[in-house]
């Protein structure tokens, strides 16, 4: 069976655009998962968990409203830094000391992405790394008070006015903006997705 449309369990706007941008067809779910990292848990399960329960959580909504049977995506996008996760940050304080973090550092961005039709579960976690160059603390707080950073792991965007304090990136640049469009694409096809 073939789907010229799938369901998106996210509220990123990113997400959006990156699949808009690969010309597949969705329709969003507002899904509400708990991201907060298990004890102990290490960033890449975590990634997959997050982006597993957010598929799951979509199929369940369109069950409960009885909405036609497609393909629902979920994905979840992290970021890593000495081993340690990067969320989202509460605050402007939290953001500023995740741009320390990562200031002058190299770390990575994981993003995870699951597919789910009825019992036909696939997922695949794409691992980037971002280089960023040593940041003032003027540059810190300026970056801050622009608001860019408040809903965004490890308080960056990639494609936004982040870019000026990255000096190299490997791997996915669509995946560290939160969804790997070359390996979603594949994993779809495999789900019938046109």
């Known amino acids: 069976m073939t789907h010229d449309i ?5 509220r990123s706007a990113r997400r959006r655009q990156l699949l808009a941008l690969a010309n597949i067809g969705f329709e969003p779910l507002d ?3 708990d991201e907060t990292p298990l004890r102990g848990e290490a ?3 975590y990634v997959q968990r997050l982006a597993r329960d957010k598929a799951l959580a979509g199929w369940h909504l369109v069950l409960a409203r009885g909405m036609p049977a497609r393909p629902v995506l979920g994905a ?3 970021v890593v830094a000495g081993g340690q996760i990067l969320g ?3 605050d402007a304080g939290e953001a500023r000391g995740m741009l320390q973090a990562l200031s002058g550092r190299r770390h990575e961005v994981l993003t ?3 597919v789910m039709l009825h019992d036909h579960v696939e997922q695949l976690c794409s691992r980037s790394a971002v280089e960023f160059g040593l940041l003032s603390g003027e540059e810190i707080d300026e970056y801050v008070a622009c608001g860019e950073p408040m809903d965004k792991a490890g308080a ?3 494609q936004g006015a982040a870019q000026r ?3 190299r990136v490997e791997g996915s640049f669509s995946g560290i903006m939160g969804l790997p469009l070359y390996e979603t694409v594949r994993l779809l096809r495999r789900f019938g997705v046109t």
């Open 156 to 158: 960056y965007a990639v």
């Open 165 to 167: 304090f990255i000096e």
């Open 76 to 78: 979840d996008t992290t």
């Open 6 to 10: 799938v369901y998106l369990a996210s």
């Open 43 to 45: 960033p890449e399960p």
């Open 112 to 114: 995870a992405v699951t």
């Open 31 to 33: 899904v509400d998962v």
């Open 88 to 90: 989202k940050p509460a």
